[in-house]
C-alpha cells in the first residue's frame, strides 16, 4: 500500500531502509526551521526552507498537559516565546518519528532546550514521568473483564 | 569602586557564589565585568533590553521594585557561577569536585529558571507594567 504522505509526510527509520521514495526530503540530522504554530503544549508546526508545506514536530523527551487538562498554559507559554521565532530541531536518529506519524525532536531556541524550560518552570514532565501520580485504571492494569 | 552591574550588587553575587569561592583572586573589578557581561547575556537571551527599563534600584522609576528582584535573581546566580568557577577548589583549594559541581548545577539551574521566565513576553509585559 502507498504511503500517505499528505497525511504522514515523515517516514519512520524502517521505512527508509524500504528505500520508499519520498516526495520531499526527510529529516535524518538537525535543521532549523521557523515556527509557524504553536498546536498544543508539546506539539508545534514549523516550516522548512526545503519542504514546500508546513509540518508537525513533538517534542521529544518531554509530556505536557492535554489542552482539555491543563495544557493552555504550556501552549501559552510557548506561543509567547517560540512562535514566529526559528529555532534548531535537534533530531535523534533512533527517535526520528513518534505515534501518529510526527516527527521528533528536542527544539532548541536560543541555545536553550525548551522541553527542558518547560519541565523546569511546571509546564511539562519528562514523557517518562507522564503517568506519575495518576490514578491508575484498575480496569486496565488488573484486566478485570477476563474474570467475567 | 562603584558597582557596575545594574541589577544585582556584589554583595548578592558573593552570596550566590558561597563560601569559600576564591574571593583573593575574584575581586570587585572583576565581580562587576561579570555583571556586565551577564547583563548583555540575560537582554540577549531574552531579547528585550531590561538595561533600559531597570537602570539599577537608587536611580530606577520605570520598573516596581515587586518584580526587578527576579533581574538580579537571574543575575546574581549567573554571576556567582562564574565566580565559583573561577578556581573549582575553593579559595582553600580543598573543595571536592562533587561539592563544586553541586554548587555550580545549582545556580545553572537558578539562573535557566529565571531566564524561562523572563523570556515570556507575557511576563515581560507583566513587569513593565507593574505599579510602581
Redesign the interface.
Known amino acids: 500500500m502507498a504511503h500517505d504522505f499528505i497525511k504522514f509526510p515523515e517516514l519512520t527509520n524502517n521505512q527508509l531502509q524500504q528505500h520508499i521514495v519520498s516526495p520531499h526530503p526527510q529529516i535524518t540530522m538537525d535543521i532549523f526551521v521557523k515556527v509557524v504554530k504553536v498546536v498544543d503544549g508539546d506539539t508545534i508546526r514549523v516550516e522548512w526552507d526545503e519542504r514546500d508545506f508546513d509540518f508537525p514536530v513533538r517534542f521529544l523527551g518531554i509530556n505536557a498537559p492535554e489542552m482539555n487538562e491543563g495544557g493552555e498554559d504550556a501552549k501559552e507559554y510557548l506561543r509567547n516565546v517560540i512562535e514566529g521565532e526559528e529555532v534548531l530541531l535537534k533530531i535523534d536518529p533512533k527517535q526520528r518519528v513518534g505515534k501518529y506519524g510526527r516527527l521528533l525532536a528536542k527544539i532548541i531556541s536560543l541555545g536553550m532546550d525548551m522541553g527542558d524550560a518547560m519541565m523546569r518552570i511546571g509546564l511539562a514532565t519528562s514523557f517518562e514521568g507522564r503517568n506519575e501520580g495518576k490514578i491508575p485504571d484498575l480496569n486496565k492494569t488488573l484486566r478485570m473483564e477476563q474474570w467475567f | 569602586m562603584a558597582h557596575a552591574g545594574l541589577w544585582a550588587t556584589s554583595t548578592e553575587c558573593i552570596a550566590k557564589a558561597g563560601a569559600n569561592y576564591n574571593s583573593t583572586a575574584v575581586v570587585d573589578t572583576m565581580i562587576n565585568e561579570f555583571c556586565l557581561q551577564a547583563e548583555n547575556l540575560i537582554n540577549?537571551?531574552t531579547?528585550y533590553n531590561w538595561s533600559d527599563l531597570f537602570t539599577g534600584p537608587a536611580t530606577t522609576t520605570t520598573i516596581s521594585a515587586d518584580v526587578w528582584h527576579l533581574l538580579g535573581l537571574a543575575e546574581s546566580a549567573l554571576v556567582g557561577k562564574w565566580m565559583l568557577a573561577y578556581k573549582p577548589t575553593g579559595e582553600d583549594g580543598a573543595m571536592s569536585r562533587i561539592e563544586f559541581e553541586d554548587r555550580i548545577n545549582i545556580l545553572r539551574?537558578d539562573f535557566?529558571?529565571a531566564?524561562?521566565?523572563l523570556?515570556?513576553?507575557?511576563?515581560q509585559k507583566f513587569m513593565q507594567n507593574a505599579t510602581i
Open positions: 540577549s537571551l531579547r539551574d535557566l529558571f531566564i524561562s521566565i523570556r515570556d513576553k507575557q511576563v
